[in-house]
């Protein structure tokens, strides 16, 4: 059952930026509230207020409304029009559709609204009676319109001439259904009162299993039985079945068995549906599995490659920096605080809104040097994950080639397999030791004297290209050389 909180006003206060104090307007349909209240207290400033398709059973605390223009009470459990005299000065719309108002008299209680204009009761038992429409229009002579019909003068005049004759006659069929409606709340609250015991009953006698025991000492399950419970579970789920089959057919005979339109046959209604709700919500939960939680590391220690909030990335080896750099493109609007990065020698992990994104790097890294970005445009996270330098704190290691033979017996062939493992055990790893000074000297003499032998071959060679260009004796210039000899 619902109830009128300021939580509830205010989200239904959007459109007034949730400040509930200068509200104008309020939504507060099919929300199965039962009372109507505090509305008067922290918004009187309202003009609109729709509460219709709820559970009120009277109209109470909207004497301070003085603003109100517009009250929307349709399809609700209203027996009698009342409360409405004292504040709501400013009322001009009323609509009271679909209630259970029996006691047309009531509608007195509006000759003080002098600015209503309209009003709507059909749907009620009292729109029913006999002179229903000429005594609400003889009686509240403000209206212009009675069940969206508009009401004309001739109407009005006819009305207040036939209105003490309809007064008699409405007032008898008040008394016969005021009797009726009293029949109709005493069975009500019987039967009430018979699902209340019955329930009782139910939970009194039934175990924790949900069968029926006679006496203690059948009420608890012996160790064979238990037994058994365990070694079948399908008779369990079997069982589970049934029961839901037998709130099936319970639900079915709700549904269609006859009952009279009642405020209290509603009331039913609805605690049958929230009943049902509950029931379904407990076999979900029951239903539901709880997710294992995501492997990252093998039983033998090796970090997995897990992309669970399967977000791209790319990753890419920038040689010149010697690091490794990872863009993995998360959520652009994402708040940075649900993001968790963790760099390790051999992989990174990335928590992302609590998934977990893991990638194995294909070299090592330093922890402590790496950092990470988020881009402001597209919200990417970039790793800047620096490789680690094996020449830091240990000699350098270099390969030489050397020939390899496999040791293979006269008479028998190597396959390529077994020369390619032979090779890779051959190779011989040999640390860069530094030079001496005499070494040194005289490796820079001999890139010196090579340096001065280079020169001297390409002078000599642009020398003779300059005798080609040479004029032999006797040949004859152009006329442009010629102007250019002195």
């Known amino acids: 059952m619902g109830r009128i909180t300021e939580d509830l006003i205010r989200r239904n206060a959007e459109h007034n930026d949730c400040i509930i104090f200068s509200l104008e307007e309020l939504s507060l349909h099919q929300q199965e509230i039962e009372r109507l209240e505090h509305i008067d207290k922290w918004c009187r400033d309202l003009k609109i207020l729709y509460l219709q398709n709820n559970l009120i059973g009277k109209i109470e605390n909207v004497s301070k409304l003085k603003k109100l223009e517009y009250l929307n009470l ?94 008699q006659q409405i007032r008898e069929q008040e008394k016969a259904y ?53 070694q079948a579970p399908e008779i369990q789920e079997g069982g589970c079945k049934k029961k839901k089959l037998d709130n099936g057919e319970d639900d079915l005979e709700f549904w269609n068995k006859p009952s009279l339109y009642t405020p209290e046959s509603r009331l039913e ?35 997995l ?34 993001i968790d990065v963790d760099v390790q020698p051999t992989y990174v992990r990335v928590m992302v809104k609590g998934k977990p994104f893991q990638l194995v790097l294909p070299a090592e890294v330093k922890p402590d040097s790496s950092s990470a970005k988020r881009a402001q445009t597209t ?22 080639n050397v020939s390899v033979i496999a040791e293979n017996s006269p008479g028998q062939h190597c396959s390529p397999t077994a020369c390619h493992r032979a090779s890779r055990r051959e190779v011989l790893l040999t640390p860069l030791t530094p030079e001496t000074p005499q070494e040194e000297g005289g490796r820079n003499n001999h890139r010196l004297s090579r340096n001065i032998k280079a020169s001297e071959k ?29």
Not at 80 to 97: F, Q, R, S, V, W
Not at 276 to 294: C, I, N, T
Not at 379 to 400: D, F, Q
């Open 379 to 400: 919200g990417h996270l970039v790793v800047y994950m620096p490789k680690h330098c094996e020449c830091s704190g240990a000699p350098c290691w270099t390969a030489r």
């Open 458 to 486: 390409h002078a000599g060679q642009q020398q003779g290209a300059d005798e080609q260009k040479k004029p032999a004796n006797g040949e004859t210039r152009s006329r442009s050389q010629q102007a250019r000899l002195p």
């Open 269 to 303: 209604t609805l605690r049958h549906m929230e009943k049902q709700r509950k029931d379904q919500e407990k076999l979900s939960e029951k239903k539901k599995k709880v997710k294992p939680p995501r492997v990252l590391i093998s039983e033998n220690g090796r970090a």
């Open 74 to 167: 349709a399809l609700n459990n209203i027996e009698k029009i009342e409360n409405l005299e004292a504040g709501c000065e400013g009322l001009t719309k009323l609509d009271l559709t679909v209630n259970f108002i029996g006691e047309l008299s009531s509608v007195k209680t509006l000759q003080h609204n002098i600015h209503l204009k309209e009003l709507f009761l059909m749907g009620n038992p009292c729109a029913d009676f006999d002179g229903y429409r000429q005594f609400v229009v003889a009686t509240l002579q403000q209206l212009k319109w009675l069940d969206g019909k508009e009401i004309e003068r001739s109407e009005r005049i006819q009305a207040l001439q036939d209105f003490p004759a309809v007064e």
């Open 305 to 338: 490659n897990v992309n669970e909030p399967k977000l791209d990335f790319s990753l890419r080896d920038d040689e010149k920096r010697n690091q490794l750099v990872l863009d993995l493109a998360v959520y652009r609007y994402m708040d940075t605080s649900l």
């Open 178 to 230: 005021c009797l009726k409606r009293a029949k109709d709340k005493e069975e009500a609250q019987r039967k009430l009162q018979e699902e209340e015991n019955e329930g009782e009953r139910e939970g009194r006698h039934t175990g924790f299993d949900g069968r029926w025991y006679t006496d203690i000492s059948a009420a608890l399950p012996s160790s064979e039985e238990s037994k058994d419970d365990l």
